[in-house]
């Protein structure tokens, strides 16, 4: 072999490493943002777990469940919500039942930022929230109807990329 020939194999060989250098560099970066993102979605689902949203989806529900008995009806037009909610107002109980709705929309908005920031991962994300928050939309729909009426956004006014794996709630059993 020359020295023609072993220059000629050296840059081949410096050129070679250098590709996989940098491959090496970028799927470490990959792995970095995958690890970070998964990180970033297990601190929102253990701030789901925690106490603050526990509480106010406990207030949600059980008003929710309140309206419905003194209604007689599982599902109300937005009319008998409005007189409901109207009375339900006067009531002791009505700003925690406003800062239930603001803390758990507060909470999802974040989760909705998180995705949208790439700093959670999505399909974890979704894998998680979709059922539950599929769930909560639909367990007054009139309750968004009114807060949507007086210019408030709502749980349902997520950004729909976001939540767009959601039209079929999941299920405890899916693996997906």
């Known amino acids: 072999m020359s020295l023609k020939d072993l220059e000629a194999l050296a840059k081949v060989v410096g050129i070679v490493v250098a590709v996989f250098t940098i491959m090496k560099y970028f799927n470490d970066q990959r792995l970095l943002t995958e690890r970070a993102q998964a990180t970033q979605t297990q601190s929102l689902i253990d701030e789901y777990g925690g ?7 406990s207030v949600y529900n059980e008003t929710v469940e309140r309206i419905h008995s003194t209604s007689g009806q599982q599902e109300l037009n937005r009319r008998d919500f409005d007189r409901l909610i109207y009375i339900y107002a006067h009531h002791s109980e009505a700003r925690k039942f406003r800062e239930s709705i603001f803390t758990i929309q507060g909470f999802y908005s974040k989760v909705e930022f998180c995705v949208l920031q790439d700093l959670c991962d999505p399909e974890l994300t979704s894998a998680h929230f979709c059922r539950l928050r599929s769930s909560l939309n639909s367990s007054f729909a009139a309750v968004e109807a009114y807060y949507a009426s007086i210019g408030l956004s709502t749980i349902s006014q997520g950004d729909k990329n ?15």
């Not at 939540?163 to 999941?170: A, G, M, Y």
Request: glycine share 4%; with cysteine; charged share 25%.
């Open 51 to 57: 106490t603050e949203i526990t509480r106010a989806l």
């Open 162 to 176: 976001v939540w767009r794996d959601c039209k079929t709630p999941l299920t405890s059993g899916d693996n997906s």
